[in-house]
């Protein structure tokens, strides 16, 4: 018995004509696609043209070119939100970064408003499958809830710990410090949810008062360059103060640009120059300060004093002044106390000196210098880069 031959409408067939005439498609291809006999398209092409002549040919080709335009259109915005995608999910393309980490930025960006964050789209540029992404995704939901408040306790735990200061990059940090597996994404996305608000910075405020007259011969040597080789090479000192319902305490530091370490740091209720140069000896007996090193500061009439001067020249150090009124010329030691103030003193009232000094030392000791990581060394610990630092220039 032959098989029944097949029909098809004119209206199909017109259909099919118009996509080859129209956008330039090969006859093969349109007719493998609709799944019909390659000559019997060509058929059906030939006669149309015959029919209609070169009528509409004009509007044919111009139409193909419009879609071949909006071909090309489409392809450059696919490949913009690629790019835009790229920079998003850096931290999950990073060598070592685990599959489960790239399906939980997927999951945490599948309702994205950028209509080229499909589910298709993110897991082709992220180098993943779409059915390993949904196999996890419909793992029993008490799997994926377990690991997900085990990781927010973890999150909860390392944000208290800092006394609620760490954002989510820090966390993260200290996340992978202990070999928990977790995209940055995620850690903020859980951070948000649990409502894990860091503390916000206030404004800057100048301290200490300008000495132009006695400055003016103390150059510049750091120009904004607060980075260092070696511990003991560069240093920065500034002035802040702290208020108690027994009045102002005054608080002057040293901090090696090196590991961004507090190495030395004085408190008074005075702002005599003694406040700078006690500040300068104490990280004298705690450091190495090496021949010819830089003290950088601003040009506080503390700090452009005699009695500061002849201790820098004790300790064989250089002075160094940026321009008055200008924080970013000292901006290192600006951050110090902008994070100071953000997540110890703006938090706590004093009643006493005494409780504000011994406040400031607990933060600085026991926290600062040796528990909170630091983003301009990649997160990385004060404390462990200093010591780390002089070990290896004590092996050379």
């Not at 506080?300 to 160094?320: C, I, N, P, T, W």
Request: one cysteine or more; hydrophobic letters at 35%.
């Amino acid at each position: 018995m032959s098989t029944p031959r097949r029909r098809y409408t004119q209206e199909f067939k017109d259909q099919l004509v118009q996509e080859v005439i129209e956008f330039s498609k090969p006859i093969a291809e349109v007719a493998r696609e609709y799944g019909i006999a390659a000559q019997s398209l060509g058929n059906w092409v030939k006669k149309y043209r015959e029919t209609h002549g070169d009528a509409g040919g004009e509007e044919a080709t111009n139409r193909g070119a419009t879609a071949r335009e909006q071909a090309l259109e489409r392809e450059v915005q696919e490949l913009k939100a690629e790019l835009s995608f790229g920079k998003k999910s850096s931290s999950v393309l990073r060598e070592g970064s685990t599959v489960v980490a790239k399906y939980e930025f997927i999951e945490s960006h599948k309702d994205s408003p950028n209509p080229w964050w499909t589910i298709v789209h993110m897991c082709a540029w992220l180098g993943v499958s779409r059915s390993g992404y949904y196999h996890w995704r419909s793992r029993p939901q008490s799997t994926t809830a377990a690991r997900r408040e085990e990781l927010a306790a973890r999150i909860r735990f390392y944000f208290d710990d800092s006394d609620q200061t760490y954002g989510y990059r820090r966390v993260h940090a200290d996340l992978v410090a202990e070999g928990t597996q977790a995209s940055l994404e995620l850690v903020r996305q859980i951070m948000v949810e649990q409502n894990m608000i860091a503390c916000q910075p206030r404004p800057f405020r100048v301290t200490t008062d300008p000495d132009a007259d006695a400055a003016a011969s103390i150059p510049d040597l750091v120009q904004r360059d607060f980075s260092a080789s070696a511990p003991g090479q560069k240093f920065v000192g500034d002035v802040t103060y702290i208020h108690t319902w027994q009045g102002f305490m005054y608080l002057a530091t040293v901090i090696d640009c090196y590991s961004r370490k507090v190495v030395g740091f004085s408190m008074a209720d005075h702002l005599r120059a003694e406040l700078v140069v006690q500040a300068l000896d104490n990280a004298a007996a705690t450091t190495v300060i090496q021949q010819d090193a830089i003290f950088h500061s601003d040009k506080g009439v503390q700090y452009s004093s005699k009695d500061f001067q002849a201790a820098l020249a004790r300790h064989e150090m250089r002075a160094s002044m940026g321009r008055t009124g200008v924080c970013w010329d000292n901006s290192l030691a600006e951050s110090f106390f902008a994070a100071l103030k953000n997540e110890c003193v703006y938090r706590t009232v004093y009643p006493t000196k005494a409780h504000a000094k011994r406040d400031v030392f607990r933060y600085i000791e026991a926290f600062y210098n040796t528990r909170r990581r630091h983003s301009a060394l990649d997160y990385q610990r004060p404390a462990e880069v200093h010591y780390g630092g002089l070990q290896l220039a004590t092996a050379a």
